[in-house]
T-cell receptor, first 111, second 113 residues
Framework: DAKTTQPNSMESNEEEPVHLPCNHSTISGTDYIHWYRQLPSQGPEYVIHGLTSNVNNRMASLAIAEDRKSSTLILHRATLRDAAVYYC????????????FGKGTKLSVIP | EPEVTQTPSHQVTQMGQEVILRCVPI?????FYWYRQILGQKVEFLVS????????KSEIFDDQFSVERPDGSNFTLKIRSTKLEDSAMYFC???????????FGPGTRLLVL
C-alpha cells in the first residue's frame, strides 16, 4: 500500500475555501486517489476520487499533481457540517480492493 | 438514495459469547466488506467478500471471525468467542461491480465486558 502524509489537523472559517493536502509519493501507476471523510460518530463517507485528471463533484474538487505524488481536496465553501476527519487513500478501485485508512486530517470549521 | 444499513446499532456482550453483526448492503452491489475502528484509532480492514467467498482478509480476521451471506440481502459478521479487545465500531461497506466507490454503513458499536 502507498504511504500517505496528511496534516494532523486544519482549521477553516465557515464559508471560506479549504485546501486539504496529501502526499502519496509511492503511489502505483494504476491506483486511484480516493478521499473519504468521517463525521463524528459516523461511518466513513465517500467524497471524491480520481486517477490523473482533476475531478469535480457536488461535494468537492480534487486536484492531482502531474506526477501523481500529491493531491489536494478542495472544499469550495466550508460549512459546519464539513467538520470531519478527511482521509486520502491511494487504492486500486478495481475488484474487491481494500481501503487502508491512515490517521487523516481533522478539519475544524469555525463559525 | 440507497444506503447500507447495519443492525444492531449497539451491542453489549460478555467475553466469550458469540455475536453476529448484520448488514444490508446496497441492493445491486456485489462486493462486501467489514472494517472496524477501535475507539480513538484508525479504521482497519477486516475482510472482503465477493461471489460468495472471501476475497481478502487481514491479520485481524482470524479463526474467531467468519462472514456469511445467508440470503440475497444480508451480509453478516460472526465473532465466535468475543474478547475484550474486540470492542470497537464495526462498519460494513459495499461496492458495485465496475465502480470504484465503497459505501459504508453507520456502524455497530460492540462492547465486550
Amino acid at each position: 500500500d502507498a504511504k500517505t502524509t496528511q496534516p494532523n489537523s486544519m482549521e477553516s472559517n465557515e464559508e471560506e475555501p479549504v485546501h486539504l493536502p496529501c502526499n502519496h509519493s509511492t503511489i502505483s501507476g494504476t491506483d486511484y486517489i480516493h478521499w473519504y471523510r468521517q463525521l463524528p460518530s459516523q461511518g466513513p463517507e465517500y467524497v471524491i476520487h480520481g486517477l490523473t485528471s482533476n475531478v469535480n463533484n457536488r461535494m468537492a474538487s480534487l486536484a492531482i499533481a502531474e506526477d501523481r505524488k500529491s493531491s489536494t481536496l478542495i472544499l469550495h465553501r466550508a460549512t459546519l457540517r464539513d467538520a470531519a476527519v478527511y482521509y486520502c487513500i491511494p487504492a486500486s478501485g478495481a475488484g474487491s480492493y481494500q481501503l487502508t485508512f491512515g490517521k487523516g486530517t481533522k478539519l475544524s470549521v469555525i463559525p | 438514495e440507497p444506503e447500507v444499513t447495519q443492525t444492531p446499532s449497539h451491542q453489549v456482550t460478555q467475553m466469550g459469547q458469540e455475536v453476529i453483526l448484520r448488514c444490508v448492503p446496497i441492493s445491486n452491489h456485489l462486493y462486501f466488506y467489514w472494517y472496524r475502528q477501535i475507539l480513538g484509532q484508525k479504521v482497519e480492514f477486516l475482510v472482503s467478500f465477493y461471489n460468495n467467498e472471501i476475497s481478502e482478509k487481514s491479520e485481524i480476521f482470524d479463526d474467531q471471525f467468519s462472514v456469511e451471506r445467508p440470503d440475497g440481502s444480508n451480509f453478516t459478521l460472526k465473532i465466535r468467542s468475543t474478547k475484550l479487545e474486540d470492542s470497537a465500531m464495526y462498519f460494513c461497506a459495499s461496492k458495485e461491480r465496475g465502480r470504484e466507490t465503497q459505501y459504508f454503513g453507520p456502524g455497530t458499536r460492540l462492547l465486550v465486558l
